[in-house]
């Protein structure tokens, strides 16, 4: 099993930054994908960000792109996501998963098998 625990979520205007936190309880190898999606209220959820351990990289959904950023703290397995330049759109619930593979279909999410309990995200105009 892991857990997985967020932080950082909040209240902020438009053109404003939030920092969200993801924490791992455990990381079996180097094959691990940690990432955000987010679900707003009446919509579907959506990906917005992943990073890949084994090939070290980040992913970005488009809507994202340029204003999000996601890093990685391996020692502490955890990822976080500096989010800048927020608009009113980005108000959605932020939910962190993992799993422990390396997940080449990193938008799916139906591919992570641990989740976070979610962490809301308000911008308001």
């Known amino acids: 099993q892991v857990q997985l625990v967020e932080s950082g979520g909040g209240s902020v205007q438009a053109g404003g930054s939030l920092r969200l936190s993801c924490a791992a309880s455990?990381?079996?190898?180097?094959?691990?994908?940690m990432a955000w999606f987010r679900q707003a209220s009446g919509k579907e959820r959506e990906f917005v960000s992943a990073?890949?351990?084994?090939?070290?990289?980040?992913h970005y959904a488009d809507s994202v792109k340029g204003r999000f950023t996601i890093s990685r703290d391996s020692a502490k397995n955890a990822v976080y996501l500096q989010m800048d330049s927020l608009r009113p759109e980005d108000t959605a619930v932020y939910y962190c998963?993992?799993?422990?593979?390396?997940?080449?279909?990193?938008?799916?999410?139906?591919?992570?098998?641990?989740w976070g309990q979610g962490t809301q995200v308000t911008v308001s105009s």
């Open positions: 998963a993992a799993d422990l593979s390396h997940i080449v279909n990193y938008f799916s999410d139906y591919l992570y098998g641990y």
């Open positions: 455990r990381r079996t190898s180097s094959s691990f994908t």
């Open positions: 990073f890949t351990w084994n090939d070290n990289k980040p």
